[in-house]
T-cell receptor
Framework: AQSVAQPEDQVNVAEGNPLTVKCTYS??????LFWYVQYPNRGLQFLLK??????LVKGSYGFEAEFNKSQTSFHLKKPSALVSDSALYFC?????????FGAGTTVTVRA | NAGVTQTPKFQVLKTGQSMTLQCAQD?????MYWYRQDPGMGLRLIYY???????DKGEVPNGYNVSRLNKREFSLRLESAAPSQTSVYFC?????????FGPGTRLTVT
């Protein structure tokens, strides 16, 4: 089965600093990878996806993710974090008919 | 264009009671999904429906049933609620990778 892991439960950064949320994957074959964000008391929102092609994927709200095959990673990044980026972030991988989600990383951006 | 809607937003049940969670989408997606979200466990797929008239089990189907009433509606039923089913339930529509989620139903079983 395909799976992803998010090694950090929480990430804290100051507003204006770079933000990185880590994700590693374990798959057989080519991975289809995704990032979602969940704001408080809301459903998940799709941010971006990697299917094939460029290793740097750009998504919504200024986020991007870097696919690294040798390190089996798909880290989410934002060059300059905003307080409004404070949320719960999920990495996911396509596993046949479904998505397998990581446990999530809570991001807190302090003013 | 409301996207994906869910009712109710909150529900408290006693052990053994039954209820149905409703979900509707106006985005014309063929596929719809039901997930549960528990702290530290991400989202786990309960059931999904690849098209109108079909349903299939996900990772954690025990204790649940679903109905794909038409292309718009996909309901989740708990026949005899148990405390282990206390969770936040999300419905989603879309393709496997790019899904659109409803606002969730917070269910407590006492």
């Amino acid at each position: 089965a395909q799976s992803v892991a998010q090694p950090e439960d929480q990430v804290n950064v100051a507003e204006g600093n770079p933000l990185t949320v880590k994700c590693t994957y374990s798959v057989s074959g080519n991975p289809y990878l995704f990032w979602y964000v969940q704001y408080p008391n809301r459903g998940l929102q799709f941010l971006l996806k990697y299917i094939t092609g460029d290793n740097l994927v750009k998504g919504s709200y200024g986020f991007e993710a870097e696919f690294n095959k040798s390190q089996t990673s798909f880290h989410l990044k934002k060059p300059s974090a905003l307080v409004s980026d404070s949320a719960l972030y999920f990495c996911a991988v396509r596993d046949d008919y479904k998505l397998s989600f990581g446990a999530g990383t809570t991001v807190t951006v302090r003013a | 264009n409301a996207g994906v809607t869910q009712t109710p937003k909150f529900q408290v049940l006693k052990t053994g009671q039954s209820m149905t969670l409703q979900c509707a989408q106006d985005m014309n997606h063929n596929s719809m999904y039901w997930y549960r979200q528990d702290p530290g466990m991400g989202l786990r797929l309960i059931y999904y429906s690849a098209s109108e008239g079909t349903t299939d089990k996900g990772e954690v189907p025990n204790g649940y049933n679903v109905s794909r009433l038409n292309k718009r509606e996909f309901s989740l039923r708990l026949e005899s609620a148990a405390p282990s089913q206390t969770s936040v339930y999300f419905c989603a529509g879309g393709v496997v990778g790019e899904q659109y989620f409803g606002p969730g139903t917070r269910l407590t079983v006492t």
